[in-house]
């Protein structure tokens, strides 16, 4: 089972497809989907500004700080496998909801920690419940919209991430020094809440409520190797969502660490300068989205990827302040503006049987590699300097446009099945 840019006229989006334009259900999923992806980049920016802190207060080591992040990535890339299937088995609402009381029963958990091995539990196992929300609310946000803007829908959502990330750029330098490490893990159980809150109020997609009507629910995870195309296509996503993910995490969790000892930046003024590079990703998924349903997924992403090359070189060997705070938001425009087009992709390449799986396994596949960013680019750091370290990501995109340009379909325009 395949989708290709051939089926387009055979496809129907969803609700929303029949038309061209998105209905109000279309709009509450994308608000419910970029709202629980809101709370997964709050989350984890908030914990690379909490690393000094907790580990101050817990007697921890560099290494120890970094597994903090590493192994809420690898909660995630379980907590895709086994969400992703069951959205697709059980229905995106439903399973939406059990991956937010989870986050937020743990979250919480982490507020209470008393050392290192009980709080990296309860990171791991938030990291479970976070490793739900981008597949299943991509699937539940490009079912529910036209073809034709099904890109900007999904980046759209992936802005979600980047909102709640600047959110934790500006909150944390305001409330740490005051309610601490702890009391921001409570703060981090808010946007669950709101989360959980927009989804008691959707219904399942009617793409999904048809296809789980009247068809036996096949083995998801077999249909993402059903035959070559579609296995070369899994491979491609694989290799590109693990570059996203090594270049965002080994980039923004040890930003502030870099800002720090390059420049001498407080807590207050590396937030400030972080801030501006996210909102660099934020222009840059925007523009994803837009150029993706304009001139196709393949061109805008080597694009993308050719500007991450030249952008991360040419930051590595800044020492400007001036000059670094705005290459910094265009670095960030091209390293992670291409988020926005990974929901796309995915739901067009894959049937609505395994639409959700394919999002959040071949996803958190490449963010489970995307966790060691921060250990690889931790342990360079201290065997040459962070500057190097920076600069050597910029080899990780090359290989990027390799895999878009021979592994990945052009799918513009093509019906979901």
Known sequence: MEANADTAEHGTASNAGSNDRPDTYAWKALAGSAIGYAMDGFDLLILGFMLPAIGLDLH????????????????????????????????????????????????????????????????TIAGIGLGGEFGIGMALAAEAWPARLRARCTSYVALGWQTGGLAASLLTPALLPHIGWRGMFLIGVVPALVAWFVRTRLHEPEMFVRSASTTKAPNAFKLLIADARIARTSLGVVILCSVQNFGYYGIMIWLPTYLARTLGFGLTKSALWTSVTIVGMMVGVYLFGQLADRIGRKPTFV?????????????????????????????????????????????????????????NVLFNIGRGVGGFGPIVVGGIAAAYSLQTAIALLASLYVIDIIATIFLIPELKGAGLK
């Open 60 to 123: 921890l080591t560099t290494q120890q700080s970094g597994a903090l992040v590493t192994w809420t990535l690898i909660g995630a890339v379980g907590g895709g496998i086994l969400f992703g299937s069951l959205s697709d088995r059980f229905g995106r609402i439903r399973v939406l909801t059990w991956t937010i009381v989870l986050f937020a029963l743990f979250t919480g958990l982490c507020a209470f920690a008393q050392g290192f091995w009980d709080l990296l539990t309860y990171r």
């Open 303 to 359: 694009l993308f990827q050719a500007g991450a090359v030249v952008m991360v070189i040419i930051y590595s060997r800044l020492s400007d302040p001036g000059v670094m705070l705005w290459a910094g938001a265009v670095m960030g425009m091209f390293v992670n503006g291409m988020i926005g087009g990974y929901g796309a992709l995915m739901a067009e390449a894959y049937p609505t049987a395994a639409r959700a799986t394919a999002q």
